[in-house]
């Protein structure tokens, strides 16, 4: 599904990220942890495209097409969506119109919307005002009307309470494993994911099945994700760096 090789990135003119491999195979959740600063976030919004993000060497393979050189619109009609960790205020956009835009005529809204338990945010200006887990809420909700193969989540976990946290973990549960009852054929096959997570919560409502480390951004190690976090709450990321420096 996605297969990302020997890639390097810069972001005004400094190199965040080095020689990455990483691979998310069809139906399957990845989990990527890492430090504050390590680069996951860049990595993922270099997955999506956004611009800023320079690409100095490697590529990018989305279902097999190499989509290192396209733009942003273009990877996500081929199927890739992102939550990013601080979407912006759309002040004078209804969250509505945003939805009816992105799912045209393949998804009912009305029964999207109300599967996800957010009927009273739909024609609110979006972000504006919501909460830090409700952001979460409105954010999953556009991905679910945008139906990616591929999600991108990143820290969908923090600055959510634990009442919320079972909330979001349940639809993002629902939405990668093709739980979703209304509309969509595509939302009923399950999907691929690649999840930043700090805590690891997310874990507890989606089933990861490979876990990644990143650190000062380079990949440090990958395995099992449960085995990884244990390691991570134990010995801290200094050991991983220092760990792959003893490898290499
Ligand atoms: N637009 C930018 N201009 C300059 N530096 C940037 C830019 N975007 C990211 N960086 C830098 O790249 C590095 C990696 O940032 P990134 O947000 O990817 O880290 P992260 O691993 O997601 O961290 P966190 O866990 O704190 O969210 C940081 O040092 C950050 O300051």
Redesign the pocket.
């Known amino acids: 599904m996605l297969e990302i090789e020997n890639l390097s990135v810069e972001?005004?003119g400094?190199r965040?990220l080095k020689n990455i491999n990483l691979k998310v195979e069809s139906g399957y959740t990845n989990v990527l942890f890492?430090p504050?600063?390590?680069?996951?976030?860049?990595l993922l919004m270099t997955i999506m495209g956004f611009t800023?993000y320079n690409i100095v060497e490697g590529n990018i393979y989305f279902k097999g097409e190499d989509i290192t050189d396209l733009p942003l619109n273009e990877r996500a009609s081929k199927g890739l969506g992102i939550m990013t960790?601080r979407p912006p205020n759309m002040v004078g956009v209804k969250l509505r119109d945003l939805l009816e835009v992105t799912a045209g005529e393949k998804v009912n809204i009305d029964a999207l919307v109300h599967e996800l338990n957010m009927d009273s945010f739909l024609d609110r200006d979006i972000n504006v005002g919501f909460s830090g887990g409700e952001i979460k809420r409105s954010e999953l909700l556009q991905l679910a009307a945008q139906e990616p193969s591929l999600y991108l989540l990143d820290e969908p976990e923090s600055g959510v309470d634990l009442v919320n946290i079972s909330q979001i973990g349940g639809m993002i549960r629902k939405l990668l494993h093709g739980e979703m009852k209304c509309a969509g054929k595509r939302r009923k096959e399950g999907h691929s994911g690649l999840i930043i997570t700090h805590t690891g919560q997310i874990m507890d409502y989606v089933e990861a099945d490979k876990g990644y480390i990143l650190c000062n951004g380079t990949i440090m190690c990958s395995g099992n994700p449960r085995e990884l976090l244990g390691e991570i709450k134990e010995h801290g990321y200094e050991e991983c760096i220092k760990c792959k420096v003893t490898q290499s």
């Open positions: 972001v005004g400094r965040i890492g504050n600063g390590a680069g996951k976030s860049a800023g960790q």
